[in-house]
Every structure is written in structure tokens, then in C-alpha cells.
């Protein structure tokens, strides 16, 4: 059975730098692409960033371009965000999410595996 645990989340000035994990368990991940998401109070889960597990393809959600990056290491099966000049609007439940496809994916409802969240607060 697949799992995703993520780790890395807390509290964070504004300006401020975060680097969040996932690691996955339970099968091999090649051929899997990999996604951050993110849920505020109140707000629908919006997509961050994903991944091929080549590491060859990423996409950035436009909000995040220049302050996030996205990466992987696949002899661990692991994916980072990398989360810098963090602002109050970042605050937020970040969630890993995998789906066996090649091809990475911006809707949450092609990733078949998520994990339990961390959270990130960012205060001013």
C-alpha cells in the first residue's frame, strides 16, 4: 500500500525560508509523478507544484514562480518544496500527492495517493 508522509512545516516569519519533505512507501515510484497542494481555512485545495520522478519535467503554480522550487531524490523516494520569501498568504495545510502516470498533473482529482498534510504558518 502506498503511503506519503510529509515533514518540514511550522511556524515562519514572513521572509523566511521552509523546506518541506514527502516521503513515499510501499512500491517503487518510477514512473510516478509527484504534487504539492495546499488548503487555507476555508479555501479549496490549490495546486503548488508537481513533478515527473525523472525529475525532467516540473510545473510551478504562477503564485509561487521565483519562491518555490521543486525537486526529488529517488534513491529515497523523496520530493522537497522548497519554500522561500514566504509570505502571510502561504499559510496553509501542504499535501503530497502521487499518481502512477509519467506525465505530472495540476488537478487534484488525477493524483491517487495523498498524504496526511503538514502544516505552514507564516505570520507578518
Known amino acids: 500500500q502506498v503511503q506519503l508522509v510529509e515533514s518540514g512545516g511550522g511556524l515562519v516569519q514572513a521572509g523566511g525560508s521552509l523546506r518541506l519533505s514527502c516521503v513515499g512507501s510501499?512500491?517503487?515510484?518510477?514512473?510516478?509523478?509527484m504534487g504539492w497542494f495546499r488548503q487555507a481555512p476555508g479555501k479549496e485545495r490549490e495546486f503548488v507544484a508537481a513533478?515527473?520522478?525523472?525529475?525532467?519535467?516540473?510545473n510551478l503554480a504562477g503564485f509561487v514562480k521565483g519562491r518555490f522550487t521543486i525537486s526529488g531524490d529517488n534513491a529515497n523516494n523523496t520530493v522537497y518544496l522548497q519554500m522561500n520569501s514566504l509570505k502571510t498568504e502561504d499559510t496553509a495545510v501542504y499535501y503530497c500527492?502521487?499518481?502512477?502516470?509519467?506525465?505530472?498533473?495540476?488537478?487534484?482529482?488525477?493524483?491517487?495517493?495523498w498524504g496526511p498534510g503538514t502544516q505552514v504558518t507564516v505570520s507578518s
Open positions: 510501499g512500491r517503487t515510484f518510477s514512473n510516478y509523478a
Open positions: 500527492a502521487a499518481r502512477p502516470r509519467i506525465t505530472i498533473a495540476t488537478r487534484a482529482s488525477e493524483y491517487s495517493y
Open positions: 513533478i515527473s520522478w525523472s525529475g525532467i519535467t516540473t
